[in-house]
């Protein structure tokens, strides 16, 4: 039987994680890999006890981590109460009053319900069985001294295996980064709530060697050959979007995602001509506005922005400073060049540079060839791809919930260092570390 969900008090924001492990608050890592048939990039984590390695899609504006529960066993697993004071901080769906079968992870009296989303291939809840339990259990990650570090009670939602469609290989489910009360890196402040607030990604492209998560740590972010990223960023305010997908017509809630205010772009220092109205974002819809993902294989532009960015691109890679002719293109892009026209250079392909001017002038995201071209090989094809996807005219999340005008996908991500300061609300961003002799495979993990 279902209920609504009740409206508790908020007696103590989270008391359930005032039980930890002994060890001293040190900054978190792990490895962030990419897989390459998908696009995806996938965490790992330990979850249950005992502890088991867990693979987890990387979704870096989701609110809340989960798991399929399906075939999840665990010793220390609680479920969470309709009238525990956590109701709120939950924003659970519905409340399971009477379990209809045996009691497992998926099914437990009097428990709060969440509502998972797959953010690769959406989910049709009609044609997935069960109900969706919000959890209480351990969870751990590594920390810098090369043990693991343990949250005896970290919060997230047990899924079905039909929430598992579209994600990569061996992925059991999805991690949240989100700016949201549930996440991962707010769940780990609450715990060590001597740590920094922030949280740092560094993705890399390779197929052999991962890039790195680092949690509660303002730096150094050590790379090699003994490079500290840190002092490479610049900072730019995270932007909030009072409209999140969950949102209700009379009743809006906070977006998770991750926001940055985007004010111009160039390509090869030159103006792009956009309409700069959809570069903010609507206070009453939420439409508009610059988003960060990882979940989102290449960047996405509204379509005006779109056109307009793509032919300032063929006017500059055409002129005399770099003399390329387009071919036909390789689905799914659409501006394509025959690789051998194309120098390579340190910060890869030789083509326009394209600059995202966020709040300031001096404040620029500069995107290099190695994060604006797609090399394709296949079929007596050699191509040097733009990857910049057209989102369409009217980017909507919901019936009445507009989305965003730029989504700043994974790929464009690839090879820089973002730290997300969410005690500072800004955004520190390095552009390519290609041009400081480094990359995000060369983060150096600390081992026992």
Partial sequence: MLMAKLAVPLLSLFFFLSFISSQAALPLQTPIQK??????????????????????????????????????????????????????????????????????????????????????????????????????????????????????????????????????????????????????????????????????????????????????????????PGIDLSKTLLYTPLILNPFGKDSEPNKPTPSSEYYIGLTSMKVNGKMVALNRSLLAINGKTGSGGTKISTVVPYTKLQSSIYKAFILAFLKEAASSAFNLTTTKPVKPFSVCYPASAVKNTQMGPAVPIIDLVLDRPDVVWKIFGSNSMVR??????????????????????????????????????????????????????????????TNCAKFKFSTK
């Fill in 376 to 437: 394709i090989t296949k079929k007596s094809v050699d191509l040097w791809c733009l990857g910049f996807m057209d989102a369409g005219v009217n980017t909507m999340l919901s019936y009445w919930i507009g989305g965003p005008s730029i989504v700043i996908g994974g790929y464009q991500l690839e090879d820089n260092m973002l730290k997300f300061d969410l005690r500072s609300k800004k955004l520190g961003f390095s552009s390519s570390i290609l041009s400081v002799g």
């Fill in 35 to 224: 897989d390459h048939s998908t696009s995806q990039y996938v965490i790992t984590a330990y979850l249950q006890t005992p502890l088991k390695l867990t693979k987890l899609l990387l979704d870096l504006g989701a609110t809340y981590t989960w798991v399929n529960c399906d075939d999840y066993t665990s010793s220390t697993y609680q479920h969470v109460p309709c009238n525990s004071s956590i109701a709120n901080l939950l924003g659970a769906y519905a409340c399971l009053d009477l379990c209809d079968g045996p009691p497992s992870p998926n099914c437990g009296n009097n428990s709060f319900l969440f509502l998972p989303d797959n953010p690769i291939k959406p989910v049709d809840y009609r044609k997935v069985n069960g109900l969706n339990t919000a959890l209480i259990d351990s969870f751990a990650l590594p920390n810098t001294q090369g043990s693991l570090t343990l949250i005896n009670n970290f919060i997230f939602s047990c899924a079905r295996t039909g929430f598992l469609k579209g994600l990569a290989k061996g992925v059991t489910g999805l991690a949240a980064l989100g700016d949201s009360n549930i996440s991962i890196p707010i769940q780990i402040n609450k715990v060590f709530s001597s740590s920094p607030n922030c949280f740092a990604i560094c993705l890399s492209g390779s197929k052999s060697q991962p890039g790195v998560a680092l949690f509660g740590s303002n730096g150094p972010y050590n790379f090699l």
